[in-house]
């Protein structure tokens, strides 16, 4: 079953503006993460933000989380034609108890940066 | 590098061909799964293993199997092809333990054409 949903579907943005994808959960979660997806290929681990966090930056990457709302956003700053990829958030829906998480991913949003 | 490595990049097969999909990883992970991505619908957990020799159904275990004989690897079995499950099939792999955050690293994906 889906969790995470993210919002646009689709963005298309001019090469050194920002974009902006949000993603909504329906659950509690423990973390929430970002993975990025170049076309054709697999996804790739982004950034984690932990539930006790409000904000997270890595590089030109800013990943917020609003538990009280489930939402979380994530912001690429001065966007350029390499950005451009699916990116997907995941949330982990359940503890398996053998000491692992199991991540659920929402359908994605497709940004494509145009130089 | 740390990596995941799916066997074959693309496939095509005919309808009620078995199928193997191979998956190895070299960064001795406790857990093991198999999604499938489709457009509009996004991955969707199918089979995943915790430990050598155990298997656990994900959302769509449906029409498939998986075997684990070794840590390293992880198969996925289409017993017998059908149309619909051509798709883009990604194997992951992550660490166990209470401190796994649950992060995953993906293969480059087996892209599957069932005719």
């Known amino acids: 079953s889906q969790q995470g949903e993210e919002d646009p579907q689709a963005l298309s943005i001019q090469e050194g503006e920002n974009a902006t994808m949000n993603c909504s959960y329906k659950?509690?979660?423990?973390?929430l993460q970002w993975y990025r997806q170049n076309s054709g290929r697999g996804l790739v681990h982004l950034i984690l933000?932990?539930?006790?966090?409000r904000e997270k930056h890595s590089g030109r990457l800013r990943v917020t989380l609003d538990t009280s709302k489930k939402s979380s956003s994530l912001l690429i700053t001065a966007s350029r034609a390499a950005d451009t990829a699916s990116y997907f958030c995941?949330?982990?829906?359940?503890?398996?108890?053998?000491?692992?998480?199991?991540?659920?991913f929402g359908k994605g949003t497709k940004l494509s940066v145009i130089p | 590098d740390v990596k995941v490595t799916q066997s074959s990049r693309y496939l095509v097969k005919r309808t009620g061909e078995k199928v193997f999909l191979e998956c190895v990883q070299d960064m001795d992970h406790e857990n093991m799964f198999w999604y499938r991505q489709d457009p509009g619908l996004g991955l969707r957990l199918i089979y995943f293993?915790?430990?050598?020799?155990?298997?656990e159904k994900g959302d769509i275990p449906e029409g498939y199997s998986v075997s684990r004989e070794k840590k390293e690897r992880f198969s996925l079995i289409l017993e017998s092809a059908s149309t619909n499950q051509t798709s883009m099939y990604l194997c992951?792999?992550?660490?166990?333990?209470?401190?796994?955050?649950?992060?995953?690293?993906f293969g480059e994906g087996s892209r599957l054409t069932v005719l």
């Open positions: 992951a792999s992550s660490h166990s333990g209470y401190a796994n955050t649950g992060e995953l690293f």
């Open positions: 293993s915790y430990d050598v020799k155990m298997k």
């Open positions: 995941a949330t982990d829906q359940s503890y398996s108890g053998a000491g692992s998480y199991q991540l659920t």
């Open positions: 659950t509690s979660i423990n973390n």
């Open positions: 933000i932990r539930s006790n966090e």
